[in-house]
């Protein structure tokens, strides 16, 4: 599966922002899907997960609250849902995929997933 990330952009504090991952493929009911993002020295680190079926969500603990993931299995998209943002929130933020057997299973891990999309900038201004 290829991914493709797009939504990002400049934002200030407390505003908010959609990203988009579109999937190629006729498959995408089969993965797993995640969030990750990677500040400016700092290791990538989980932000959001989502079950192959939607019904499972999980989120980092700096995020709940804020962020909703969530997909569209007919468009073949997941989305991120980024509300009252905060300059630290400011990253490159990728969406990644995995084949998953477990149809409630997420994944928090970035060793979990194969997959991965070309990031997306988002900067938050205070």
């Known amino acids: 599966v290829q991914l493709q990330a797009s939504g990002g952009g400049l934002v200030q504090a407390g505003g908010s922002l959609r990203l988009s991952c579109a999937a190629s493929g006729r498959t995408f009911s089969s993965y797993r899907m995640g969030w990750f993002r990677q500040a400016p020295g700092k290791e990538r680190e989980f932000v959001a997960a989502?079950?192959?079926?939607?019904?499972?969500?999980d989120y980092a603990d700096s995020v709940k609250g804020r962020f909703t993931i969530s997909r569209d299995n007919a468009k073949n998209t997941m989305y991120l849902q980024m509300n009252n943002l905060k300059p630290e929130d400011t990253a490159v933020y990728y969406c990644a995929a995995n084949l998953g057997a477990n149809f409630y299973y997420t994944g928090i891990q970035d060793y979990e997933y194969s997959y991965w999309g070309q990031g997306t900038q988002v900067t938050v201004s205070s």
């Open positions: 989502i079950s192959r079926g939607g019904s499972r969500m």
